[in-house]
């Protein structure tokens, strides 16, 4: 049997995103304050600190200046202050600008970053006031005490194993990280708090989880272009192309040295199976308005991720014994606000008061913890929350409908006619291929792989690298289910949701075959999240390898 060492800690952050690193800091700050030793490690998949924080954001800097006050002095990677919100109706032709934006996407003064670099930027001051860092580390499986049920840390993955999952030369075994708090911030759809859900229903009694799968890309223009201009440097799309029953929509962030995070986002409540969320990103870049915005530009990064949508009644228990839970991971983001990244630091950063207290007091159970999820029902953050509580159930309903709820929400402060709206999961919303009409795609002679990039130079442009010989991350549960029923009755939409094109279908022979090739994979978790049989589950491959966004 493998020896996995043992390491110690007071608490230990899984996962380097925005909800993570203001946790430790936060941590760190109070220990200073109140001259406490507390030894914190911080764990990420990534190579780096931000190789997995895709490109461009809006930061709303409310709990960025709580957090770090002087954060322009300290050289927090600031690419243009929003001047000002455009927002359009795109029909297939044509564009309306319309002249009211939504009080929650009011983002005039707030900050256009990359989330890449501001992570690496509190990276660099979490490491500074003496958090133990590890990128590299993916949390492979949650460690529980003599109870069974408190969590005690996180398994960190082997390195070094063959397709068989037998040690090669360089084996290195995971670590066992223990700490008496662990505080859960993987980001949407995690997957050690889906194992979690399993044994200590987390998730039990709430909302089914609800995701969009965002496409993004930062692309070079040249020095004239749209925003020199513009009134605006925040601009949001709806309507084209996918029209008005599926949620999605468009948005253009300018950077600096004349860049744009541009990208397009597909709520995972589709119908159709021929859905392609990266065929959507596509036909929306070739938008004329749009297109007239990126025209002779060039694509430098891009990458795919998923955003967790539900709001705030799909958000799990916030602790458990030896647990706490925040961010992406937590289903915390203002869903109507488009924006998540400010409300995710604040839930790290009350987690990381609740931690102070609880070590003070020697105790890590449930009760001992709750003082993070009653903060975060005081907060700001929840309040924004409950106000989009409604938002997206509302808005993955059709027709009339969607107006009807979305327009009384937007008066009641999200009540609308219905309070606890309900919804389906993402993954039974499918219909049959054969009722599902066919979408048209977008001409393959436009690929020009220099601004319309097919998929496998998409996965290119994002820097994914994963070792070849190694277990598959990718479980597929039975594989006859994916030949026998989800061919046949959906297509294997996999085929089209995976937009690093890691499934494909084998039709040669007399009975269809299912590949896969996951060292496309762009973690971005789709698949685990939209599959029809949930026959698919993503786990951490091995911890250092997936995209390495760092454009900027
Ligand atoms: Fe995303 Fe799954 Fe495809 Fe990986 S395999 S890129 S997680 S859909």
């Given amino acids: 049997m493998t020896e996995h060492e043992q390491i110690e800690f007071d608490v230990l952050f899984v996962g380097g995103g925005p909800a993570g690193l203001a ?25 780096e600190i931000g190789s997995h924080a895709l490109s461009g954001a809006v930061l709303n800097p409310v709990a960025l200046k709580e957090l770090i006050p002087d954060y322009r002095e300290k050289g927090c990677p600031i690419e243009a202050d929003v001047r000002d919100d455009e927002f359009y109706y795109l029909a297939p032709d044509r564009h309306y600008p319309i002249p009211f934006v939504p009080r929650y996407m009011h983002n005039r003064g707030f900050h256009i970053i990359s989330l890449s670099a501001f992570c690496r930027w509190l990276g660099e001051i979490a490491e500074e006031m003496g958090i133990n860092i590890f990128p590299g580390f993916a949390g492979k499986k949650v460690l529980y005490g003599p109870d069974g049920k408190t969590v005690a840390g996180v398994r960190t993955g082997d390195k070094g194993l063959d397709k068989e999952g037998n040690a090669k030369g360089n084996f290195e075994a995971g670590y066992d990280l223990i700490a008496k708090i662990t505080v859960f911030g993987e980001g949407a759809r995690g997957s050690l708090m889906k194992e979690m859900d399993r044994e200590t229903g987390i998730f039990s009694g709430k909302m089914p989880q609800l995701f969009e799968t965002g496409i993004k890309e930062v692309i070079a223009l040249p020095q004239k272009n749209y925003f020199t201009a513009s009134r605006g440097n925040d601009l949001h799309f709806m309507g084209y192309p996918l029209g008005f029953d599926t949620p999605g929509g468009g948005f253009i962030y300018e950077m600096q040295k004349n860049r744009i995070a541009i990208g397009y986002l597909t709520a995972l409540c589709y119908e159709n199976p021929r859905t392609d969320p990266y065929e959507e990103f596509l036909k929306f870049k070739q938008h004329p308005f749009v297109a007239d915005i990126i025209k002779d530009g060039k694509v430098l990064e891009q990458g795919a991720r998923t955003v967790s949508t539900g709001g705030y009644f799909s958000m799990p228990k916030l602790a458990a014994d030896g647990a706490m839970f925040i961010g992406g991971a937590a289903a915390m983001h203002n869903t109507p606000g488009l924006k998540g990244i400010h409300i995710s630091m604040k839930s790290g950063m009350l987690a990381a008061e609740a931690a102070v207290d609880a070590l003070k007091r020697g105790k890590f159970e449930r009760e001992s913890l709750a003082a993070y999820p009653e ?8 309040t924004e929350m409950y106000e989009g509580r409604n938002f997206a159930q509302g808005l993955s309903k059709k027709g009339i409908l969607k107006l009807l709820y979305l327009g009384s929400q937007y008066f009641t402060q999200g009540r609308g006619v219905r309070d606890f709206m309900p919804a389906e999961a993402d993954s039974s919303t ?47 549960h039975d594989k006859d289910v994916c030949v026998q029923k989800c061919y046949p009755l959906y297509g294997s939409p996999c085929t089209r949701f995976c937009p690093g094109n890691v499934y494909e279908i084998e039709t040669e022979e007399a009975q269809p075959r299912l590949k896969l090739n996951p060292s496309n994979c762009l973690h971005c978790k789709t698949c685990d999240i939209k599959d029809p049989f949930a026959n698919i589950t993503w786990t951490c491959p091995e911890g250092g390898e997936g995209p390495e966004y760092r454009t900027v």
Avoid: C
């Fill in 375 to 382: 903060k975060f029902e005081k907060s700001r953050a929840k």
């Fill in 430 to 476: 499918l219909r049959p291929l054969k009722t599902s009409p066919v979408l048209y795609s977008v001409d393959p002679k436009s690929i020009d792989n220099v601004l319309h990039v097919d998929k496998l130079t998409g996965v290119y442009l994002s820097k994914t690298m994963h070792r070849e010989d190694q277990p598959s991350h990718l479980i597929i």
């Fill in 23 to 47: 946790g430790a800091i936060r941590l760190m700050q109070l220990a200073k304050e109140e001259k406490r030793e507390i030894e914190a490690a911080l764990i990420e998949k990534g190579a």
